[in-house]
């Protein structure tokens, strides 16, 4: 194949590189990273959007409390002068909302009423932020949900674009999960109140159920983003080396500098755009990262190889120039294909995919950029008083010796 003199452009792109990440480092240091609620505190609350099918009240003198677990529900009478006995209801026999009735209603003071008569027993559940101690004030009971209901429906009702939705399974059975970022000071009763009074508004209070709620305290999420960090740094260390005994320490060391230089052209975008920067991103930050060092093992692998078949060359550049030729198809192609399939999410995407998708593009060009021009311009610089018996691979220098 044609050679192509790659190593006379090693010195320009190195320079429009350190150019672009000074660039970003400047956007780092005054606009700062736009972290999404995975890496800042906030509110965390699962709901259901659904008319009850059943509602029960208590009107006697003890203490009753009631339970639904998967299988069947459970209620509790205690308290002085009461019998002290649990009332099971096995929804396997109890089939549907009017038959679990009609047992119910045997209890002495408890009164369970139908809203929807057929509806299937195993699918229900309470609102978590009402108390499970029947009284005289209503408790209603939740079918799974209600397909009508979208993630942007939620949205609307809550109009706030600090939230995130995220749809929590499919058709009936789904629930949404509601995330907002809270700033330090903030009363969490207070925000979870807000969040809640406009979805009452929006579906009505006895339509809405509450299936869990988490803060996120200042604490975990610096805790997620030292992780992430660490995580980062392990992998540099790990893919270091293994390109290490793979090849030799420069051409491990330019590797991590390719991959390195990629994140960094991708934490540069990420500043300049103000792109939200959630696990969605960083998962596509750290697959970029093996992407970088695919790309770049390829051609550090074709460059040990036309070592050993170019034993009458003198400059490293030119057996580096031959690989780089050897490899150029190759890489534009893989990098095409990929484009392919990462184009086609930003398209048709949206949310925090859309943003994934649109990283990988940028990292998927930087990546090819760099194990071209950047790895392979610091192996030339750090052979460039190379002569054919020095910086020779141990497994090059056996076969040389057989």
């Known amino acids: 194949m044609k050679r192509f003199n790659f190593n006379k452009g090693f010195l320009p792109c190195t320079i429009i590189s350190a150019v672009l990440i000074c660039f970003g480092l400047v956007g780092l240091f005054t606009k700062g990273i736009n972290f999404g609620l995975d890496f800042k505190p906030g509110l965390i609350e699962e709901v259901r959007v659904a008319e009850p099918v059943a509602e029960i009240v208590y009107s006697g003198p003890a203490k009753v409390t009631m339970d639904l677990s998967a299988g069947q529900m459970d209620i509790v009478v205690s308290g002085t002068g009461a019998e002290n006995k ?16 009609a047992e119910v209603n045997k209890i002495e003071n408890v009164k369970m009423t139908e809203r929807n008569s057929s509806y299937d027993s195993t699918k229900l559940f309470l609102n978590s932020a009402v108390t499970n101690q029947l009284t005289n004030a209503v408790t209603f009971i939740y079918p799974a949900g209600t397909s009508e209901i979208t993630t942007d429906y939620i949205r609307s009702a809550l109009d706030d674009k600090g939230v995130d939705i995220k749809q929590l399974g ?64 392990l992998v540099v260390v790990l893919i270091w ?47 970029i990262v093996g992407y970088s060092i695919n790309a770049t093992v390829v051609i550090l692998d074709r460059v040990r190889y036309n070592m050993k078949m170019m034993p ?22 893989t990098t095409v294909t990929t484009l392919f399939a990462v184009v086609a999410l930003f398209i048709f995407t949206t949310g925090t995919i859309k943003d994934f998708s649109l990283a990988m593009i940028v990292g998927l060009l930087s990546g090819m950029y760099s194990s071209i021009f950047i790895s392979s311009a610091f192996i030339s610089l750090s052979r460039r008083n190379w002569k054919p ?8 220098k056996s076969e040389k010796a057989e």
């Not at 969490?188 to 996120?216: P, R, Y």
């Not at 991708?266 to 300049?272: D, G, N, V």
Request: aromatic share 10%.
């Open 86 to 101: 649990t009332y099971s209801f096995n929804f396997a026999v109890l089939k549907t909302v009017h038959e679990l009735a």
């Open 170 to 233: 499919s058709g009936a059975d789904a629930s949404y999960q509601i995330r907002m970022g809270v700033k330090e000071g903030d009363a969490q009763n207070e925000i979870q109140t807000a969040v809640n009074e406009k979805l009452f508004s929006k579906f009505g209070k006895e339509n809405v159920a509450i299936v869990k709620t988490d803060f996120i305290g200042s604490g975990m999420s610096k805790t997620t983003t030292i992780r992430s960090i660490i995580m980062f740094v």
């Open 241 to 287: 080396a293994y390109a290490a005994i793979r090849f030799h320490w420069d051409f491990a060391l330019g590797s991590v500098i390719a991959l390195v230089h990629d994140s960094l052209i991708m934490i540069a975008f990420i500043t300049w755009t103000q792109m939200e920067f959630t696990s969605t991103v960083l998962a596509a930050v750290l697959t």
């Open 312 to 333: 009458e060359v003198v400059k490293f550049d030119e057996i580096l120039n031959q690989s780089l030729s050897d490899t150029l198809v190759r890489s534009i192609l």
């Open 389 to 396: 018996e020095f910086g020779v691979h141990h497994s090059l």
